[in-house]
């Protein structure tokens, strides 16, 4: 039994006073906007440069990629630049983002001010998904009280530095949480990536140099400012460091969000009683997805379950991402291919029709996988999700993948099949051949 | 050809190493060296979008798998095109574009010319594994009146989308819903409404675009094509002319970069329903008994000519009157000019009706290029509505002020079709015209000329370098065309203004050039220039200037032509003056009608003598920017109809003189001899100059691109389909192509390489020099205003009452009725609503019109198009007036 807990930074207003952490008497009386005020004292580009490349932040919005090489690649001397958050959590079982929007916007409003401030850019855009109403009501607020209390508008706080910030509302489509997409749609074009090069941080939102940053790499920042880059990377393990927000989902005791320190292991998140508590009914861990829809899957076994939350060791090793932070768990009373298919249909839904192999090979996937998990499925049929899915992601089982499409949302659309592929061939294509599952039925 | 120098590196394709230029995408680098790289979506003329992914290849050093049509070639880059990986990838994408399409090539226009299929037998794994349902929808939906949409069909590669956008500016269709059910759709309740809606069809890689006028007409093994140019206006894109069963079925763009790159207007796309017309007059008619009855061509020859002795003998060369010829060939035009001037001895001859500008300017102007709005330092559009008279031209303004930078001043009474895209907007009343232009002009001199507007449009060309380009044409048949060249003066001054001279009727520049225009000789030559020359070659040439169209008429009305002929002009419906027309025409004793149908013009002809048109006789043509270039026969007529240049040899034979002229290409070889501008332009150069010859060819000896000898067009080649591919027999090299014979030697290799270079080389002769205007600005008086007036603009629009827009079934719903557009406070002066007839006076005449508020029409002005449907403007314009004034009135 594990006895792993939360480590919370960005968790820790909202938990702290769950009465008022939205509103900006709560958030100033838990030290809202003083890592803004203290980053103002200091060297703009420092803070990239040093602080948070020092804590070693990488993107939490999936890719992991390190923010501090983000903001570096804007090429130097060319103005305006802008600053947009990707707000558009739209991964299926990914819902930590919202929480963070809903209930600390202003700790995501410093977030913006200081990696504004520090990549010298006058206009942020936040692309919020169009469903958190919520959400964007209590942003909204929170935008206007920072310019009340002058943490936004012109000559902040006697610095010299000004920031606006604009909110734009998504209109439903998963791929505009893919940025150059979500750039498009920005700009009031069909959401659909662009071609790269030009990376948006030469060439972005009107084609001008842009960062794109995600929601939660944008909180976490005033907490590197008030620790320091160094004391950050203390936390977590290797190069995954600081804490991350899991989102824990399906058969455990617990689903919600959990914020722990890099490093801990999937079992410590599964059945640690602090965190998702253990699986319903004490059933086994059939295979649990460890990073979003997109991800690979991986099993109930030790091997898998005590592998750790570090962002380069489960992709090197096992050929999965932790992507957005989002982990579904399944018990062995799940039919995989159910799963699969209810995924691929997702996909096929949310593919934006630009590249031919995500938009056409997306639905044949999901039409084979629908026959297979409602009792009709042929013999060959994992070969030919196989072989269609190598169309859209050449390889399959590939770590990183490769792709043949634009985006990765092709490839995502292709996981299922890999993860089916590489863990539950025989089930499947017992299956195929004798049209029903063989799981137990559930019992609680 | 841009005389640019382009850096080039070195990439190596499957093996081959080859030089490419420096940035080119892949694709693009690799197919001119050979390679093929499966595509749907990339299209030369338009930005890469890379969303078909059949272009994948493997780069060394390069993870996954690139498109070659995103990727820009770099030194030393080594591509992979054949590997099984990519070719794993082809075969997926190819199986994944056929999940949902219907297969349904046996009734599919496509079906044989598709790229669809000819890549999948190509490329594609030659079977299918799915056997789901496939998406269906209702097909075929109709997205205008033109194109059908077969979304089935489609496999999304935005050609069409992007083409509507970025090409035409009209962007009428858009990607609807996502994913598996990606369409293309129009926005509700407004079609696909373009002037070039048909380049969509032609660029489709499947059959989800189809043409109305083309559909279940041929299958593409049928057709047989040739390279031409369509003379629908004057730009003469490049085309290939397809029949069926000796029916005219379609015409595709052909690339050809200094005119069209390879897009066509719906107008002239589709326009040639109306060579197959039922009113066609297919045998030569007489009068007789006061009517006209079908007779045999010497009969009808025989009459022409003994009218024409009568009338010579009546009064002289001078009562003889040629008006028209701006719809022929050049060939037509020379020996008609040949017969007229040099036979007949008259120099009452005028290709122009009133509604163009003065031979004088047009021949006499600085010329530009089609190409040089890509490079000049500013464009300036006079008067004229390009978008509606010469709409591919309008393509290549537009690209150069969007894409390329260029700033374009529009100059012009009311908004036009390139207002959207203009740096700056000068508006002038009619009448006003030349002061506007004067303050731009001393703007642009850099003088300050006080007219704040005027600055500020000037300005937007400073820093600038290049010439300055003016598309110039007659904007407003109301106005007199003085007021043009008045306007025009100033800007002539500049000493780096070049002109393209808008005039639309398909061959003007041509004829012009001919010498169809009065004070003229063919080449470029006034007649005084030109007499001693032609004398020499001819015999014989007018002694004296005569009479332009518009004298013409007056004289006729007043019974001082003896003998006119309509050489496939119609002046009542083209004539701005449309009463001194008919007066004309009727004041003429003895009328000759040379044309393809009968009109209200020459309905009361004497003889009517029926003629080849466009796709049934061959030849060459000029455009606005003086290119010749080829056209050719690909239909016979029916019925016995003559060239117009043979009737001319004909009749000048009944006059005992033989031109001893048996086909076209002699023709054309006797205007390269003996028309000074095209000296060198002979047939055998013509047929070999891939983009045809820009006049004079000494001056523009380096934009001559021979062209491979004998390369047949494919019929419906959707590819850019390149020009000089002509049907012909190989020329033999005379005076202009000195070949060389470089031999190289590689002793360490044994090898000997002959290399044959061509240089072409214009022998110059000693020849009457071309004329130039002499900038002299024509009296003009501004004419004083009546308060309660409305001045009259009526420009031409592409959809009008014309012949071939009227012969042509396709276009019937296109032809918009007749609506007087005003301001809208005029409007609520008037004091009636929109639609509502109004009744509009001049002092020359009357008539009832809709009328309808546009608050692009300034104040005072009245906008009544020309030649539509519901309104003869020709009725209200007195062509020696300067301007035309309207009273307009409610009905009660």
């Known amino acids: 039994m594990s006895d792993a807990v939360e480590t919370r930074l960005i968790t820790a207003r909202l938990n702290a006073r769950p009465e008022d952490s939205w509103t900006i008497d709560g958030a100033l009386a838990s030290g809202a906007y003083n890592a803004f005020r203290q980053a103002l004292t200091m060297n703009a580009e420092d803070i990239g440069k040093e602080q948070v490349a020092a804590s070693g932040l990488r993107g939490r919005g999936g890719a992991g990629f390190p923010a501090a090489t983000k903001w570096s690649f804007l090429p130097p001397d060319s103005f305006p630049r802008y600053l947009v958050v990707n707000g558009d959590e739209g991964e299926p079982s990914t819902f930590k983002d919202r929480m963070l929007v809903e209930r600390d916007p202003h700790q995501l409003v410093e977030g913006i001010a200081i990696a504004a401030y520090s990549i010298g850019c006058h206009q942020a855009f936040v692309y919020l998904r169009g469903e958190f109403a919520l959400g964007y009501e209590r942003l909204m607020q929170a935008i206007k009280d920072a310019h009340a209390k002058g943490f936004l508008g012109t000559n902040i706080q006697d610095s010299g530095f000004d920031l606006e910030i604009v909110v734009h509302r998504g209109a439903g489509a998963y791929i505009c949480g893919e940025e150059t997409a979500l750039l498009e749609s920005l700009e009031g074009e069909r959401g659909m990536p662009r071609i790269r090069p030009p990376f948006p941080a030469i060439e972005g939102l009107y084609a001008k140099p842009t960062v794109i940053n995600n929601v939660e790499t944008l909180s976490t920042l005033p907490h590197i400012i008030t620790m320091g880059g160094a004391k950050y990377a203390e936390l977590g393990v290797n190069k995954s460091t600081g804490t991350r927000l899991f989102s824990v989902s399906g058969h455990v005791n617990r689903p919600g969000n959990y914020e722990v320190e890099l490093g801990i292991t999937f079992r410590d998140l599964i059945y640690s009683p602090e965190l998702a508590g253990g699986m319903r009914g004490d059933r086994p861990v059939k295979f649990f997805i460890p990073g979003g829809a997109s991800s690979q899957w991986l099993t109930g076994s030790d091997e898998h379950l005590d592998a750790p939350l570090d962002m380069d060791y489960v992709q090197q090793t096992f050929g999965v991402m932790l992507g957005s932070g989002a982990v579904m768990v399944y018990d062995d009373t799940t039919n995989p291919a159910l799963v699969a298919w209810r995924l691929a249909k997702f996909f096929a839904h949310e593919s934006c029709g630009k590249c031919t192999p995500c938009r056409e090979g997306a639905g044949w996937i999901e039409k084979v996988l629908y026959r297979i998990s409602h009792g009709d499925g042929r013999p060959n049929d994992l070969d030919l999700l196989f072989s269609v899915g190598d169309s859209i992601s050449p390889g399959v089982m590939n770590a990183p993948f490769v792709q043949t499409t634009i985006c990765p949302l092709g490839p995502s659309a292709v996981s299922g099949v890999a993860s089916l592929h590489k863990y539950f061939k025989e089930e499947v294509e017992a299956m195929c051949t004798n049209g029903h599952a063989s799981i137990p039925v559930t019992a609680s | ?892």
């Not at chain 2, 349904?104 to 598709?114: A, H, L, N």
């Not at chain 2, 598996?180 to 489709?204: K, R």
């Not at chain 2, 029926?610 to 016979?636: F, H, I, M």
């Not at chain 2, 509502?836 to 906008?863: C, E, F, H, I, M």
Request: glycine share 10%.
């Open chain 2, 1 to 892: 050809m841009t005389g640019l120098v382009t850096e080039l590196v070195s990439i190596t394709v499957d093996g081959k190493t080859v030089q490419v230029a420096k940035g080119e995408v892949l694709i693009k680098a690799a197919q001119e060296h050979g390679t093929y790289i499966p595509r749907f979506c990339w299209h030369e003329r338009m930005k890469p979008v890379g969303m078909c992914r059949m272009c994948l290849v493997q780069i060394e050093g390069v993870r996954g798998f690139p498109p070659a049509c995103t990727t820009p070639v770099a030194e030393g880059m080594v591509v992979n095109t054949l590997s099984d990986d990519v070719k794993n990838i082809q075969d997926g994408v190819l199986e994944l574009l056929l999940v949902n399409h219907p297969l349904d090539c046996p009734v599919c226009d496509r079906g044989g010319e598709c790229p669809l299929q000819d890549t999948t037998l190509a490329f594609g794994p030659g079977e299918s594994r799915f056997t789901e349902e496939k998406r269906h929808w209702e097909k075929p939906i109709a997205i205008s009146d033109l194109v059908l949409l077969d979304r089935e069909r489609c496999i999304q590669c935005a050609r069409c989308t992007r083409f509507a956008d970025e090409i035409a500016g009209d962007p009428l269709i858009t990607f609807n819903e996502r994913g598996g059910h990606t369409e293309i759709a129009t926005f509700p309740d407004e079609p696909f409404a373009s002037y070039f809606s048909g380049n969509t069809v032609q660029i489709c890689p499947v059959g989800a675009l189809t043409a109305k006028p083309y559909r279940f007409k041929a299958r593409p093994w049928d057709l047989s094509a040739v390279e031409t140019s369509c003379t629908t206006c004057a730009v003469h894109c490049r085309g290939a002319l397809e029949s069926s069963s000796n029916r005219l079925v379609r015409l595709l763009g052909v690339d050809s970069e200094p005119v069209n790159q390879g897009w066509l207007c719906d107008k002239g796309r589709y326009g040639y329903d109306a060579i197959h017309a039922d009113t066609r007059v297919r045998h030569p008619m007489v009068r007789r008994d006061g009517a006209l009855v079908a007779c045999t061509w010497p009969e009808a020859l025989d009459a022409a000519a003994e009218g024409l002795r009568n009338a010579l003998a009546a009064g002289g060369a001078s009562g003889i009157a040629v008006l028209g010829g701006a719809r022929g060939t050049n060939e037509d035009a020379y020996v008609w000019a040949r017969f007229a001037k040099g036979v007949l001895r008259t120099d009452n001859v005028d290709a122009q009706l009133g509604d163009g500008l003065p031979a004088d300017v047009v021949l006499g102007l600085a010329h530009a290029t089609i190409a040089d709005l890509d490079t000049a330092r500013g464009i300036v559009v006079l008067g004229v509505d390009v978008k509606e008279e010469l709409p591919v031209l309008y393509l290549r303004a537009r690209r150069a002020a969007v894409e390329l930078g260029v700033p374009l001043i529009e100059i012009s009474p009311t908004a036009t079709g390139l207002a959207p895209y203009a740096a700056a907007s000068l508006r002038y009343a009619p009448g006003e015209q030349a002061d506007v232009v004067a303050s731009f002009a001393a703007a642009l001199g850099g003088a300050a000329s006080g007219d704040a507007a005027a600055d500020t449009a000037a300005a937007a060309l400073a820093g600038r370098a290049g010439n300055v380009v003016v598309i110039v044409g007659r904007g407003n048949l109301a106005e007199h065309a003085d007021a043009t060249v008045a306007a025009l003066a100033p800007l002539a001054a500049l000493e780096d203004s070049r002109f393209l001279v808008a005039l639309r009727r398909a061959n003007v520049r041509g004829a012009l050039d001919l010498g169809l225009a009065p004070g003229f000789l063919p080449g470029r030559v006034s007649l005084e220039a030109g007499r001693e020359w032609f004398e020499e070659t001819w015999g014989a040439v007018p002694d004296e200037r005569g009479l332009d169209a518009l004298g013409i008429l007056a004289a006729a009305a007043k019974s001082r032509i003896s003998a006119l002929v309509l050489l496939g002009a119609d002046p009542i419906a083209d004539c701005p003056d449309a009463s001194l027309a008919a007066e004309g025409i009727a004041g003429a004793e003895f009328v000759i009608a040379v044309d393809t149908t009968i009109t209200d013009s020459n309905r009361g002809a004497d003889v009517f003598l029926p003629v080849t048109t466009w796709g049934e006789q061959d030849g060459t043509v000029t455009n606005l920017e003086g290119r010749v270039q080829r056209v050719a026969r690909k239909v016979s007529p029916d019925g016995t109809a003559m060239p117009d240049w043979r009737i001319a040899a004909e009749l000048a034979l009944r006059l005992r003189e033989d031109f001893d002229l048996a086909t076209a290409e002699e023709v054309t070889d006797e205007i390269a001899r003996g028309a000074p501008a095209f000296a060198g332009a002979d047939s055998a150069l013509l047929r070999r100059a891939r983009d045809g010859a820009v006049l004079p060819l000494a001056d523009h000896a380096d934009t001559l691109v021979l062209g491979p000898l004998s390369i047949p067009v494919t019929a419906g080649s959707w590819e850019p389909i390149l020009p000089g591919h002509v049907d012909g027999a190989v020329i033999a090299a005379e005076v202009e192509v000195e070949v060389e014979v470089e031999v190289a030697i590689d002793t360490a290799d044994e090898t000997v390489e002959v290399t044959l270079v061509e240089t072409v080389v214009v022998v110059e002769r000693e020849v009457p020099a071309l004329h130039q205007w002499s900038g002299a600005t024509p009296a003009t008086t501004r004419p004083g205003r009546d308060a309660y007036a409305l001045r009259l603009v009526s420009s031409r629009v592409l959809y009008d009452g014309g012949v071939t827009a009227a012969a042509t079934p396709s276009f019937g719903a296109l032809i918009r009725p007749a609506e007087l557009h005003v301001n809208p406070q005029d409007r609520d002066r008037i004091g009636v609503d929109d639609g509502v007839a109004v009744r509009v006076t001049s002092a020359r005449g009357q008539l009832d019109v809709p009328v309808r508020a546009d608050a692009t029409v300034p104040l005072g002005t009245a906008l009544l198009t020309w030649n539509l449907p519901g309104a003869s403007v020709g009725t209200l314009v007195d062509a020696t007036s300067a301007v035309t004034d309207l009273r307009v009135e409610s009905i009660r």
